[in-house]
């Protein structure tokens, strides 16, 4: 480089520092981030004076926003103050200025900061397109990806009801480019939902005892019973705890969402066993008197075995109906003159409160029966 170039770019460089420093004239390089006064808006072009220098510079719809058929003049007015990235700057020609761009690297340095802090960010899950394997949310301008896998902390099947939900989630991998189609930019929702349920769990856990009385929704319901949501830790409500009567099946009883009052049975480290068996409504707390030997009582037939059929006098309590006690005529099986769901009478011969088990006899009626006819036949008879 000669002697006379570096005389003439210093005087250049002394006189852009002089001009700045006496009359408040900047020199203005592509790549500044520059403010602004609109002095002009025309439907498809901004025209900004820049504050500081003599110069003006053109915002075109293009690098203000992605909407090709937006109307300038009905977003912007002259008067206002803007802030733009300066995209070109050469000779006397208008400054090319960029408002995308600007909110783009601004979009990124808050993704970049927010992925080296592990900051929770939240947004709002844009449409769920069929065959989607995640979310798409978008954070200012910039578009994070949730892969499914990613998305909760339990397998879902449907990902559209989510679409229009503001969701939170952390950055765990980011790489900026100038092409949006080569960022990448992946968001995690699973481990925020994976610590707070843990937190829950260990409050939850703090809290409750066995005998405790609590609210939660049904979570799954199987052929064996139905998971329960009690706020942290799910429990099991077994189809035997289900009811103090039958119960045929749980999705018969029971379906997803629904809100229940459980008695915590057993607490065994973290498995949790509930109950809707409570105190109050146990059939055998009166069966005593109720179910008292010698007395009389009607119910349907619950289930036949080889020996006999239990009837069920209430719900929650079946009484044993040997085949021996049927009829005073042999009877190779129950099933021979029985049938589910018919209606027997017979008469309790025996009562175990100790073991809740109680024995009836369509025979013991029937000699009674007998008794009572000859009893009457005898004084018929005697007239």
Not at 27 to 56: F, L, M, N, Q, Y
Not at 247 to 271: A, R, Y
Not at 367 to 380: G, I, L, P, T
Request: proline content about 3%.
């Amino acid at each position: 480089m000669s002697e006379t170039t570096n005389k003439f770019e210093q005087t250049e460089s002394d006189k852009a520092e002089f001009e700045q420093a006496v009359f408040g004239i900047k020199k203005i390089h592509a790549g500044d981030v520059v403010e602004g006064e609109v002095v002009d808006v025309k439907p498809d072009e901004i025209v900004i004076a820049i504050a500081g220098s003599k110069v003006e510079g053109i915002l075109s719809r293009n690098e203000y926003t992605n909407d090709t058929n937006v109307d300038l003049t009905t977003v912007v007015k002259p008067g206002e103050t803007m802030e733009v990235k300066v995209l070109k700057a050469t000779g006397e020609d208008p400054l090319v200025l960029s408002y995308k761009k600007l909110a783009a690297d601004r979009s990124d340095k808050r993704i970049s900061e927010a992925f080296e802090n592990k900051e929770v960010l939240k947004g709002i899950v844009e449409p769920v397109r069929e065959g989607d394997k995640g979310l798409s949310v978008k954070v200012d301008d910039v578009r994070v990806f949730i892969p499914a896998s990613l998305v909760s902390d339990a397998y879902e099947r449907d990902l559209s009801k989510y679409a229009g939900q503001e969701v939170e989630f952390v950055i765990i991998e980011y790489s900026s480019s100038s092409n949006p189609r080569k960022r990448r930019c992946i968001g995690d929702r699973k481990q925020l939902l994976v610590e707070k349920r843990a937190k829950m769990q260990k409050e939850l856990f703090e809290r409750i005892k066995e005998g405790d009385i609590v609210e939660g929704v049904v979570k799954n319901v199987t052929d064996f019973g139905a998971f329960v949501d009690l706020g942290g830790a799910d429990g099991l409500l077994h189809i035997s705890e289900m009811s103090w009567g039958r119960v045929e099946h749980p999705k018969k009883v029971f379906k997803v969402g629904d809100k229940l009052k459980v008695l915590v049975k057993e607490i065994n480290e973290s498995k949790i066993a509930l109950s809707l068996k409570f105190d109050e409504n146990n059939p055998w707390k009166n069966a005593s008197e109720k179910y008292a030997i010698g007395n009389v009582v009607t119910g349907k037939v619950a289930r036949m075995t080889d020996f006999g059929a239990f009837i069920e006098v209430e719900p929650g309590i079946d009484a044993l109906l040997h085949v021996s006690q049927i009829s005073k005529n042999h009877i190779d099986s129950p099933s021979a003159v029985l049938s589910v769901g018919q209606e027997v009478t017979a008469k309790i011969v025996d009562f175990n409160e100790e073991n809740r088990k109680i024995s009836l006899s369509i025979k013991a009626l029937a000699a009674d029966d007998n008794e009572a006819e000859q009893a009457a036949a005898d004084v018929e008879g005697e007239k």
